[in-house]
């Protein structure tokens, strides 16, 4: 089945700067790269994905980028601000099939 | 426009209990996952719900068991509880036509 690991397990960064965060999947039959913001207490957020046929996928701040032939695929946010202080989570499916998870990155950002 | 729901918040039960929790999709959504989250961990994948029916299962026992209704609600029961079945229950819905997947605030579970 289907395995997703993700770097780092923990991120901190100054205020301003930018954090990316990388997972790697093995099922070369996935096609559907979730990732989900988790803050303190709350169900999984969607914040962007991506599918298989697109290389990169850009909203305001936050971009995912996709290597199918490497099997990997990378989150990219901007300016962080505080409020994106939170644990972030990678996925693979193939959809509409089941979703498996990385392990999670809590980042941190330091006003 | 409701999203994913759930019930209870938190639960408290006893090793050897059975406990039964509950979900509602998102408006427009017929197909419900359930995950389970230990603490510090992903979401794991329990099982998957479409038309009424168990359509795929994850690494996890008998005892976990669920149901979905005509109106696409889900519940997930688990019999038999153990001190390691403590953790956050999560459910999350798509439309079977679709990806993206949504998902609710979660029961915390607590088996003493």
């Known amino acids: 089945g289907e395995n997703v690991e993700q770097h780092p397990s923990t991120l901190s960064v100054q205020e301003g700067d930018s954090a990316v965060i990388k997972c790697t999947y093995s099922?070369?039959?996935?096609?559907?790269f979730p990732w989900y913001k988790q803050e303190l207490g709350k169900g999984p957020q969607l914040i962007i994905d991506?599918?298989?046929?697109?290389g990169e996928k850009k909203d305001q701040r936050i971009a995912v980028t996709l290597n199918k032939t490497a099997k990997h695929f990378s989150l990219h946010i901007t300016e962080t601000q505080p409020e994106d202080s939170a644990v972030y989570f990678c996925?693979?499916?193939?959809?509409?099939?089941?979703?498996?998870f990385g392990a999670g990155t809590r980042l941190t950002v330091k006003p | 426009d409701a999203g994913v729901t759930q019930s209870p918040t938190h639960l408290i039960k006893t090793r050897g209990q059975q406990v039964t929790l509950r979900c509602s999709p998102k408006s427009g959504h017929d197909t419900v996952s359930w995950y389970q989250q230990a603490l510090g961990q992903g979401p794991q994948f329990i099982f998957q719900y479409y038309e009424e029916e168990e359509r795929q299962r994850g690494n996890f026992p008998d005892r976990f068991s669920g149901h979905q209704f005509p109106n696409y609600s889900s519940e997930l029961n688990v019999n038999a509880l153990l001190l390691g079945d403590s953790a956050l229950y999560l459910c999350?819905?798509?439309?079977?036509?679709?990806?993206?997947?949504?998902f609710g605030p979660g029961t915390r579970l607590t088996v003493t």
């Open positions: 991506i599918r298989s046929n697109v």
């Open positions: 996925a693979a499916s193939m959809a509409p099939g089941d979703m498996r």
């Open positions: 099922d070369s039959a996935s096609n559907y």
């Open positions: 999350a819905s798509r439309s079977i036509v679709g990806s993206e997947q949504y």
